[in-house]
């Protein structure tokens, strides 16, 4: 040991080799926490699979979707598309009862046949004019 008390020959080199401990350490800590998410991700499917055995078949089979998604700030839930029926419904998790709860449920067939719905100018028609006039697109 030196006259600081450090095995390192400055305290400089000390606090270098600290910061790549450190490194080390949330490195290693976020990977043990990706592995135990990915399991526990795992093991939601085969719950869910085991629950609904038809729609895990289905959704093998290319049929359903299963999304999980955020739907405020503290409220998590899963949308389920049905690619064949064109059919989608969001679920809603209440952890506080251990349910899930059915927020909406909607066939989007007819939805996906329209051209231009609720959009702000320019519109895709107005567009398609600018573009034969050869005029400048311009931001608004």
């Known amino acids: 040991m030196n ?3 450090s095995y ?8 270098a080799l600290w910061l790549v401990a450190l490194g080390l350490a949330v490195n290693a800590a976020v990977m ?7 399991d526990s991700a795992d093991a939601s499917n085969v ?3 085991a629950a609904m055995p038809e729609l ?5 089979a290319g049929a359903v979707q299963v999304v999980p998604t ?3 700030a503290t409220r998590w839930g899963v949308v389920l598309v049905n690619m064949r029926t064109h059919v989608m419904a969001v679920y809603r998790f209440v952890g506080s009862q251990s349910r899930i709860q059915l927020m909406a449920s909607r066939d989007f067939q007819s939805d996906l046949q329209l051209k231009d719905f609720n959009n702000l100018p ?3 028609a107005q567009v398609k004019a600018m573009v034969k006039a050869g005029k400048a697109l311009t931001r608004p």
């Open 8 to 15: 390192f020959g400055s305290s400089s080199i000390a606090s």
């Open 32 to 38: 043990v926490w990706t592995h135990f998410k990915s």
């Open 56 to 60: 895990s078949e289905s959704r093998h």
């Open 3 to 5: 006259r600081k008390g």
């Open 70 to 72: 955020q739907i405020s």
């Open 47 to 49: 719950v869910m699979a």
């Open 122 to 124: 320019p519109t895709p």
